[in-house]
Structure formats: C-alpha cells, structure tokens
C-alpha cells in the first residue's frame, strides 16, 4: 500500500493514539531481557530490543488457553473470549515463524481457537536494529520478511519508515501524524538494512543451504551426534517452549468445587519431555532421551519441512539461550551432520 | 455424594503445609463441601480413627513416628503425604549427612541420650508406607492440593508434573536463573509449583524434589560449563535434596 | 493468512448416549452408543473417535462397529486410563461425548473388494478389526475367501466370544483361535497366533492381510505373512499411539513424518517399512 516515513516524535504519538484506542502489546524490557507485555507507555517500546525471551506465539497459543467449558450434565460449550489486539514490534524471523503456525493449523484441519486469536491481531514488524548473541536467522533466510504482517517498521538513522500492507494496517495507521511518504532514498537505505540484517544476523554460520536440510537429515537417523548431545538433556523442555514454531499442546479438563461445572484447557507441551509420547497404559513410545532429542530435529528440519515446504526454524536462537546444557545450538548439530557426512 | 471422611497427622514438621490449607481463605468452604475432617490438630480439638483419607506431613525421625505412621495406613484407604517433609523427608534429612550420635549432641547437649529424645535418620512417609498420592513442596502449592482432592472426589487420577520447574518458568517468562551466574535446581526439579521462586527473582531449591528420572550425570558437565563445580550443585541440593531417593 | 468460513470447532465434541454396556473380560467392556442427534457416526471400519467425559478428560477409542450396522455404533474399552476407568461406570442412558470419526480406515471398498481377506488379530486387536470383518461380512458376496485369525492371552481374555462362534460356524469363514496359555476350561489350540498362519493356504496374490495387535505381535506376523509369499502392499495394520487431539495438531501421535490421528492408525504396511519408528 504505502511507506510513511515518521520522525522519532511523530512515531511516538503515533504508538501512543494506538495505546489509547485499543489493546496494544509491544517489546519491553524485563530485567536484562525483553518481552512482549501490555504496552501502557509509547516511552516502554523497545524496537531496539535483541530477541524476546518467549517469542509471540503465546497471544496466538497462549500457554494456557480455555478450549471449553461444560457442564457435567449438559456438555460442552466452545470458549471464544479474545479481543482485538495489536502486536508491536515482531522481528522478521518471528513474523516467518507465525506465518508457518497459520499454515498448519489451517492445514487439514482448520483451528478455530487459534484462528479465533491470529485473526484479531494486527501485527506491526520490525527489522532488527540489534542482533542478539545466538541469532542466526541470516542462514535460515529469515532475517528480513516481506508478507504476514499489516505493517513494517524500519529505522533508518533517526526515523521510521511505516510500510503499510494491509487493510488492519491501514486501519492502525490512521492515527498516523505529521508523516510524508517515504521517498526513494529511504527506499534505498531499507534495502541496505535488510542487506546488512541478512549478514549481522548470523551469530554461528550454517554450512548448508536450509532446503537442504531435509535431505541431511534422511542419511543422519544412526547418526552419534544425538546419544551424544542427549547424554547431557535434562529433559526440560525449555528449547520447545521458548521456540517459536514448537506448537505441540497437552489438552486437560479441570473441574470447579462444585465438581459440575469446569474447563477443558490446552498447555504448552514439548517433545523433548519424557512423557510426551506415552500412551494410556504406560507404554511410551519414545523412552529415551536421545529419541527425543533427535525427534525434535527431525521435526524441524524434515518432517514439517515435508508438509509446507519450509523448514521449521527461523535461526532466532532463543533454544541456544535457554538450554542450560548448552546443548540446543542447531548451527552445531546440523554442521556436525555436515561435515561427518563428507 | 457421600464426603470423603479425611483426617491430618503431623510428624516432624513445621506443620506450614496444613497452614497453606487455611490460606484457601472463603474457598475452604468449598472444600468441606467434598470432604468432612474428622481428626485435624490445627483447626479442630476432635480426634478419629474412623476415616477414609489419610493426610500425613512431616517425615519420620523416631522408631514410635513409624509404628504410628503403620497404624494409620491399615486405617486408610488413600494416604496422602503433604509437603516435601513428607514427600522426599525435605529439610529434616539434612540430618543424615550426619552420625545420629553427633546430631543428638548437637541438639540436646548433656540430655542426647535421653530415651524420649531418641531418634534415627530421616525417611520420607514412602520409605515407610505405600503412599497413594504425594503433594509436593515447601511449602505445598495449594492450587495443587485444591486440584488433587478435586480429583479425587470425581473419581480421577490426578496428573502431578513429571517434568521439570523450567516448564513453568518459561511459560511465566522468566530470565533464566542461570543467566545471572545462579545454580539453579529449576532443571531437575518436578514441577507444579507455578515456578515459584524463580519467578520471584530466586533460585529454584528443589523442594519438590526430582523429576522421575533426573538426569543428575549431565550436570557435572554443566556446572563445569558454568565454571562451577559438582560441589557447588550438591551444596545447593543439601537443603532439600539431602539423601534423595531418586 | 488462512480465512475460513466454517467457524465448526474441532475440539468440541457432542453428545452421546450410552444404549448397552457389558463386562467382557476383567479389563474390557462393550459399550454400544448413539448420537444425539439421531445422525450416524458416519465412521468406515478402522477409524477411531475421540470420547470424552466432562471433568475426566478425552481418550481416543476405536469404533468396533461396521458403518453397515445402522442406529449405533459400538466400542469396547479397556480400563487404562482416567477416561476408560469413568467410563467404566456409566450404564445405559448416560451421556458421553464424541468428536470423529477420525484417522484412516481399513480399505475395505478399494485394495479389499475382489480380494481374498486374512485377518490376523491379537487379544485387544480385533475390536478394530471387527468393524471391517463385520463390513466384509454384510458384503460377503464382494470378497473372495475369508480367513479370520484370533489369538488372546488366555482364554478368559477373549473378546467377543458370541461373535467369535457365529464366524467359527459361518459356512463361507475360515476361523481360527488360539490362546498363549491355555486353562483347564480350554481344549483348542494353545501357542502364539503366528502358529495359526501355517494352518491356512493364501493365495499370495490375490490376498490382503488385516493385521491388528499389540506392538510386538507385528513384528513376528508380518515376517510370517512376507514368507506366505505376501508383498509389503497387500499387508494393512493398524497402530497405537497417544492420539490427543485427533486432528493433527497437538503433535503427540507423531511418528516420523505421520501422524498416526489422520495418517492413520490404519497403515499399508509398504508405506511405513522405511518410518523408522512405527513398528
């Protein structure tokens, strides 16, 4: 549609006429980290932020979500208690990242509850001012995006360039003072930022091209890099839950004092957790922690790959940073398939 | 529905775990709409043997503790150990790094072998008798009781987390404990907390005890990793993590 | 992104009622169950339906029913987990919920029909089976031979003992049974259900078999029916794992790039030999 181009005054009233209007999250900082939160101040937006410590995903599968409510008696009644929001401040291998949930849970099987909250969002991007320490999105071909959003943020020296997508995005930007439309210069210098976005963010360097990992991984099932990395797996799951294409769920039912009437409610849930493929009766079908392991980078690197022709990481390392034991780092364990294949 | 007749017994403990129970506040209405207490020292001065459920906190210290502790499991039908007292032997089996003898000394001075004073390493209620269901923590978590006793009243097991703390600290957003320098137990710690501690600017102690199956050789690597050493893990598993069955 | 019209919720299920429980065997009831709506559960022979109780929780059970039988549809459920142990307790007129029919079914109206059919079940494995024997049997004139197979621990853990007789007495069935232990009160064959396959002759290319068992029956019955001269594609079977949500979503039933609620649980065997987790 069209790019605005806002100095750093202009931008501000622009985030706090949105404050005003309707329900806005943006980046903010949490101790040394950031996260999405509530935005109550134009003032708390950390566009310059790094990586946040759980990637947006949780407005859309929230770690706990309401699915139904019933009744012992009567049964059950679908829950849709989402309101409009808007998402400020995704960085583009985030934005990758929700595109691909959209995919599957469209797929097959259309997820209202999900869809419930996806659609409400209005999603406003941003490039990356400052790469975080475990990032590699430049390998994964996710460090800039070009569709999912309603709008792109990007700074350009001192000002904002406000590319406007989509209707929602309009819609936002309506509230937009004191703007000119970007011009060919700005343009210009955008380009140059994803250019060099696409080169900053490569924290650790993959030695194959992302389509190829599939493929990779076809001749890697036997392969030691997993008895060997699982060896040190707590089994804490933290590399799931922080991850920002990991959607796998746990659906329980929860009843009120009373014992009649209660919720039925899905929780974050992840693969790398002993009990996350046993069956009713004790069998489990993936005992080991190396199993395990190796499932995950299966299922990013080949299965949902198989299924919507991407591959599911977006390289924004936040499974590098959460692993205690230091053992989550995909660059490293796709290069050791690499090499050792050689 | 007929009420599930419960009754509490307190070993060696602080008894804060029953205290969790009264902090329900207005729900505990609620809860003696499901079951009906017959024998509970803290709230009410009748006492029972006639009951369906029984409530144990605290571990067993002293040979007597044991045969009572027996006698209340012919007497149940499900027995319920409450807090890590009970659950793991919790702080008490800090004492079993040490010579009883030495223990008693310390203590009692000139009155350590004083037969009332006996007493013998700790043991969790399940080192003694087969427990049914386990409430963990230190003090529990009341949202946790409140569920289990649900659970039980609807004819259903209840799901007690057999994954680590970390799964609630990230789903709480958390900056990792281990970011700042911190051991933190969080890794090998079951869950069902709300990760409490962390969430408040704290190392996880471990008071709910292990997962299932910690994976306790990987931390060696890790400490080091940190620049730490398996010293300075055990010395934050002291607290809570004493002796441990796992 | 992905726009939708049908605002249908997947995760809702519907009511039910139960007409008809019976204890089987210690562990197992037969439930026989309609929807409320008075619609047909609309299933084919092999899929399975989520059934929930409120408050207790969801378990995915096979339909034990053929879609041929009409007015209800009959499962039998073995008291594992929270939700079969509830439904354990419900008697005639109570309400359970139902999501499905979900996942694939046995190819009873494509790679059957003009076939020569061999079912091989063990112990609880047949209450799947049963459906598309049951389809099978309502189209006899559809099929060529029909050899059914049916092995079970002991003899007190055999399911569907009427039926079974009424399959054994059928002129244009092939039926055989044994058990792994045998008691006093039994007189037929005793050993593992592979020791049946000997007894029958397959026309190998002409024959499909249905295979359905626990995990480690698969292994040795396969490797039995490849040596009657069977290819991998005439072999069907169908797999356990923890389907939770059944629509593909919630990732625990996965296996390798499948997911065993819509995938399957039914598998021609030639597509699964290189799926390094399934069997």
Redesign the interface.
Known sequence: MTVKKLKKAAFDKWVAACIGNQRVFGVQA????F?FAPLANAGDLRLDYDVT??PPK?YFLP??ET??K????E????VFDSQPFVLFGVHPYDMVAISQT????????????Y?DR??KATIVACDVQNASKEVFAGCMGTATVDD?FDILITKIDSEYLVDIRTEKGQALADTIKDAEDADEMSLKLRKLVWADNTKLLQKHKLNVRPDVLPRLLDRS?EHPVWEEKA????????CN??CPTC?????????E???QK?Q?Y?V????L???????????N??RN?A?RYR?RY??KG??IP??IGEVACVGCGRCI??C???IANPVEVYNKLVDEGK | MSKLKVAFFDFACCEGCQLQIYNLEE?IL??L??VEPVEWREAMSDQSDDYDVAIIEGSITRIEDEKRLKAIRENAKILIALGSCATTGGVNKLKNNFEVQDVKEYVYGKDADMPHLDTYPTKAVNEVVKVNYMVHGCPINIKEF??IV?CL??GKEP?IP???V??EC??K????R??YGEI?L???TRAGCDAKCPSSGMWCFGCRGF?????V??AE??MA?YGKTLDDLRGKMLLFGSKQEY | ??K?D????????L?ATVGKVQPMTKYESFFSCQLDSGEELGHMPGQFVEV?I??????PISVSSSPTRKGSFEMVI?K?????KALHGLAAGD?L?IRGPFGTSFPVDEAMKGKDIIFVCGGIGIVPVRSAIQYVLDNRDDYGRVIILFGAKTPHDRLFIEELDKWREEKNVTFLETVDHRDENWSGPEGVITTLLPLVKVDKDNTVAVVCGP?IMYKFVIIVLLEAGLREDQIYLSL???M??G??????C????IYVC?DGPVFRFSDITDI??AL
């Open positions: 949490k101790e040394d980290r996260v410590i759980l949780k770690p706990r699915l139904l019933f009744d012992r008696k049964g059950f009644e679908s959209d995919k599957l849970f469209a797929m097959d099987q259309y997820d209202t509850h869809f996806r659609q999912g099932y060896q040190r797996c707590f089994s804490c799951g933290s839950l922080v959607y796998c769920f746990d659906v329980r039912d929860d009843v004092w009373s014992l209660g039925r899905r974050w849930d992840g693969c957790l002993s009990e996350f493929a046993a069956v009713a009766g004790g069998h079908f993936r922690r199993d499932h299966y299922r080949k299965y198989e299924k940073t959460a205690t034991a230091n | 729900e609620d809860l709409e499901l409140s569920y649900r009243a609807i799901k057999d994954y680590s970390c799964v990230k789903m957003e958390n900056v990792c281990f970011e933190c969080g890794p090998i997962v299932d199956n910690p994976n050789n990987a690597d890790v990793e | 992104m992905y939708c049908s605002k249908k919720d997947i995760y809702l299920p009511p929930s409120p408050g207790i929780g969801e378990a073995r594992v987990g929270n939700v079969s309400k919920f995990p356990e794992r923890n939770k949500c629509v593909g979503k919630c990732g625990h996965q296996i390798s790039n819509q390094e987790e």
